[in-house]
């Protein structure tokens, strides 16, 4: 799949302009994304359904905390199945877990995968008779009531979804056909999205040159503050060698960083090994911190989510060991103030150089 950098940044320009939009505010409220489920009929080429109790797991534990729901596109796997065969396999999973919410508490937003969701009842609505409720993107407001976060599912500019979509469907479904009786682990091609990897940039390009926080699914690539997990891992690793180069003699503290390190490497590993990695967005200095993305629930070990709650974005990984005490960890998180002070202030897109930054991010993934 191929992204136009010029027709994505005019159909973002013309969303973030458009006053029909819906705007949530989010002070004093708690909004949990979540983008490519890719639910399907439960069969082998339903890449959700491995993940299927992680979800209801996250589900539950987000109503019970009084979270607004935001499902971010690619909820429903179309181009491989009915909505009838979808709803029939998830009407009292995964569709129930949503209906709990109420409606007043879920918010639809459409993907390339699912974009005709609205040619019958939706099933993530308790009230039937409400039709057509999805749209193509959400701006929220920030504690201060300034508009300043875009939310898209990220398809558009893309080719597939725009110029030949007939074709790609097409080969989508032959594959279902086919599928059955290839000899390969199925959620690699769930977990390794074929989004080119120029993908990431161009978001990241419009949210930097807007000055606002843009966030996405469509790659499933798991981003914030504009940076993979596996970036955040090698910047704490070279912030640890830093301080061990700075403290020689001090022997307990390097034995300790020397700990982290090891735990860290192997972190690294498991990212690269399953390509989780992603082209940095900006080559040879730090992001700006304006761009990030839900991911997906298509990993082999669990799904990925933002919160936004109590003034902080949060990157969350749901592990599908269900005997993980807690079954959650949060992979990264700032305050929506300083990452705005971040985006608005700094012309040159360097952040994350202030004292004690990279000590935060150890702990964030160590939390």
Same mark, same amino acid.
């Given at each position: 799949m191929a992204h136009d950098r010029l027709v994505t940044h005019k159909k973002l320009s013309a969303l973030w302009r458009n006053k029909d939009i819906p705007i949530l505010a989010t002070k004093g409220q708690r909004f949990v994304i979540m983008s490519d489920l890719h639910l399907g009929d439960g069969g082998r080429a339903d890449d959700a359904r491995d993940n299927e109790q992680t979800m209801l797991t996250a589900l539950a534990y987000y109503k019970k905390k009084h979270y607004t729901l935001i499902l971010l596109g690619d909820i429903?796997?179309?181009?491989q199945f009915t909505q009838e065969e979808i709803t029939k396999r998830y009407r009292n999973?995964?569709?129930?877990?949503?209906?709990?919410?109420?409606?007043?508490? @879920?918010?639809r937003v459409f993907g390339n995968h699912d974009r005709e969701w609205g040619a019958s009842p939706d099933p993530v609505r308790n009230d039937p008779n409400r039709f057509r409720s999805a749209t193509e993107a959400i701006k929220l407001r920030d504690g201060t009531g300034a508009v300043r976060?875009?939310?898209?599912?990220?398809?558009?500019?893309?080719?597939? @979804?725009?110029?030949?979509?007939?074709r790609t469907r097409f080969f989508v479904r032959l594959y279902r056909l086919v599928e059955p009786y290839l000899k390969f682990d199925r959620h690699t091609s769930a977990t390794q999205s074929q989004i080119t990897k120029r993908y990431e940039r161009i978001m990241y390009s419009w949210a930097k040159r807007r000055r606002v926080i843009l966030i996405c699914g469509h790659s499933h690539h798991a981003i914030f503050a504009s940076q993979s997990y596996a970036d955040r891992l090698r910047a704490a690793i070279?912030?640890?060698?830093?301080?061990?180069?700075?403290?020689?003699?001090?022997?307990?503290?390097?034995?300790?960083?020397n700990r982290l390190i090891k735990q860290l490497h192997e972190k690294l590993r498991e990212e690269l090994r399953v390509r989780r990695d992603i082209n940095p967005v900006e080559a040879g200095r730090t992001p700006l911190p304006c761009y990030f993305n839900a991911g997906c629930a298509l990993y082999t070990d669990g799904i990925t989510v933002l919160e936004l709650a109590d003034g902080e974005l949060r990157l969350v990984k749901w592990h599908k060991d269900g005997r993980r005490r807690p079954p959650y960890e949060i992979y990264a998180g700032d305050s929506l103030r300083a990452l705005g002070a971040a985006i608005m202030q700094s012309p040159s897109g360097i952040w994350g150089k202030k004292k004690g930054s990279s000590w935060k991010l150890v702990g964030k993934i160590f939390m």
């Open positions: 429903e796997e179309f181009w999973t995964i569709y129930r877990a949503i209906n709990a919410f109420g409606d007043e508490r @879920v918010y976060m875009l939310l898209v599912h990220g398809h558009q500019g893309d080719e597939a @979804v725009y110029r030949h979509p007939w070279a912030a640890l060698e830093a301080e061990i180069a700075a403290n020689p003699i001090d022997s307990k503290l390097s034995g300790k960083e």
